[in-house]
């Protein structure tokens, strides 16, 4: 463990695809803190580095779990995390940029900076019963969370960020 500041990953899931994605980026990671939306606290956001937020997509937006960290963590971090990193990753069913461009949205309030690509997981599913179904994502794209994981970890501990 080095003595820069540690990536915080936060996740929701409610079909098991984020929270795949964001215990893959921690792999990744290393170090990585892994926090469920549920649990963040506004010091788990001050405490660390920089961020990368892992949510669903439920019906066209960031999923109300995540969006409920946001509420309750925005006013107590506003104006005391400016500048730290964060990247994003959106499991959805189809199309995942609605609740991209919230996150994002939220990020410029509190003046973070976007230092990787937004990833978007589109599971497909389409019918009532594959949305509810338990999510496998492919391999390839948990590839992808862990070197995300990797890569905003080594730029944390780097001072790149």
Not at 75 to 83: K, N, T, V
Request: net charge negative; charged share 20%.
């Amino acid at each position: 463990m080095t003595d820069a500041p540690h990536l915080l990953i936060v996740w929701h899931s409610r079909t098991g695809g984020s929270e795949a994605l964001a215990r893959a980026a921690a792999e990744g990671a290393g170090d990585a803190k892994l926090v469920a939306a549920a649990d963040v606290t506004p010091g788990d956001l001050l405490a660390a580095g920089g961020y990368l937020f892992v949510a669903p997509e439920n019906l066209a937006a960031l999923s109300g779990a995540m969006k409920e960290m946001f509420d309750l963590c925005y006013y107590p971090c506003l104006g005391r995390i400016e500048g730290r990193p964060y990247a994003t990753i959106i499991c959805a069913g189809s199309d995942g940029e609605n609740a991209q461009r919230q996150v994002d949205r939220i990020a410029t309030g509190w003046r973070l900076k976007r230092v990787a690509d937004p990833v978007i997981v589109n599971t497909a599913a389409q019918t009532p019963e594959a949305i509810l179904a338990p999510k496998a994502i492919a391999e390839s794209r948990l590839a992808e969370a862990r070197g995300l994981g990797a890569a905003l970890a080594e730029g944390l501990a780097a001072g790149i960020f």
